[in-house]
């Protein structure tokens, strides 16, 4: 994702892996569907696209508007905690630099900064992650918290960049991620293009492969984390953790500081999003359901902090 002319430039994160094709977004409208729709997905990406779109506030100056384009932003994807940190944080420097004439362009410097941070507190994530992970390890990661989702290298795929180009012999297991496989899509494309060793299972592999001893450690991103280490990720998370307990496997999750949400006191009080119900009834463009088939699609589920071995911030681990 880039700014230039006034433009939001960003990967279309749908056509992956078959087309890389950027898409020019030119409007709060734009930038908001491109959100809603996947275009432009992950946590701390989310955020960092609605810093920008609120520079396309048509008069920034006008007070009802803004907070308009606020609103939208956040209602988007209501699970993930980012969307709402940077609202506020561009909220709060136009509130202060409201009577400079340059207002634009001190905002767009702001999103600039705050897509910057973004890329620097991945490059620490992946350093205090790699603490934890051995010379040689199976690791399973779910959903994609890679360079696609945030700002720079990750957050969970940071961790793992930052093992192998260490010289670690780290083999990655990638789930599908049903519905939308961001798993099948998005990390296996992602590890692709760096030259990561991955092997691509179903989603319903998981078990067996932790039965048999073959994965050695689990790291999965965060849309939320709640001020008791619960933590709301991409739906079929809490499976994956509750195997790994069974089976003995640490289970951490990376997350940058804008993912935590200090005021929501736990996981049941975060609210999870539904998606549209195609999603389910079909697999990429392919129906494999009756169109009329009752379909119940959460995008996110909880995983409880009784589950989480830590949480592996810019700041260090956090251990529940
Ligand atoms: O619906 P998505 O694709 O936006 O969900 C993404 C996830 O669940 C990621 O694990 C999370 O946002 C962290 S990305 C660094």
Redesign the pocket.
């Known amino acids: 994702m880039r700014w230039a002319d006034d433009t939001l430039i960003a990967l279309n ?1 749908r056509a992956l892996p078959l087309k890389e094709e950027y898409l020019s977004l030119k409007s709060v409208d734009e930038v908001v569907e491109a959100i809603g729709v ?1 275009t432009v ?6 955020g960092i696209a609605a810093a920008y779109g609120l520079c396309l506030t048509t008069n920034l100056g006008d007070d009802a508007l803004f907070a308009d384009s606020c609103r939208r932003f956040i209602d988007i ?1 209501p ?2 905690v ?1 969307l709402r940190w940077a609202v506020e944080r561009m909220a709060g420097f136009r509130t202060r630099n409201l009577r400079c004439d340059n207002l634009r362009e001190l905002m767009i410097e702001e999103a600039r900064r705050t897509h910057a941070e973004d890329a620097e507190m ?1 490059v620490r994530i992946g350093e205090s992650g790699n603490s934890i992970v051995p010379e040689h390890c199976r690791i399973l990661t ?5 360079a696609l ?2 700002g720079g290298i ?5 961790i793992i960049y930052t093992a192998h180009f260490s010289g670690k012999r780290v083999e990655v297991w990638v789930d599908e ?1 049903r519905p ?1 496989l ?1 798993g099948a899509r ?1 990390t296996a494309w992602e590890l692709s293009k760096a030259g990561v060793p991955y092997k691509l299972i179903s989603d319903s592999m998981v078990g067996h492969l932790m039965a048999q001893g073959r994965i050695d450690l689990v790291i ?4 939320r984390v709640a001020a008791n280490l619960d933590y ?4 079929g ?1 809490y499976s994956l953790a509750v195997l790994a307990k069974y089976h003995g496997i640490p289970f951490y999750a ?3 500081s804008s ?1 935590f949400d200090p005021a929501c006191p736990n996981g049941k009080s975060i609210v999870i ?1 539904q ?1 549209p119900e195609n999603e389910i009834r079909y697999v990429g463009q392919s129906q494999v359901a009756p169109s009329d088939a009752p379909v119940y699609n959460p ?2 589920d909880v995983t409880p902090h009784e589950l989480v071995t830590g949480i592996i911030t810019e700041k260090g681990i956090l251990r529940p």
Do not use: M, S, Y
């Open positions: 994160q996947l997905r992950g946590a701390p990406l989310i994807r699970t993930a980012n991945c779910h959903c994609n918290a890679g989702a945030t990750g957050t969970a795929l940071g991620t939308v961001q998005l999965t991103g965060a849309d709301a990720n991409k739906i998370t990376a997350a940058p993912t999003e998606r995008a996110f």
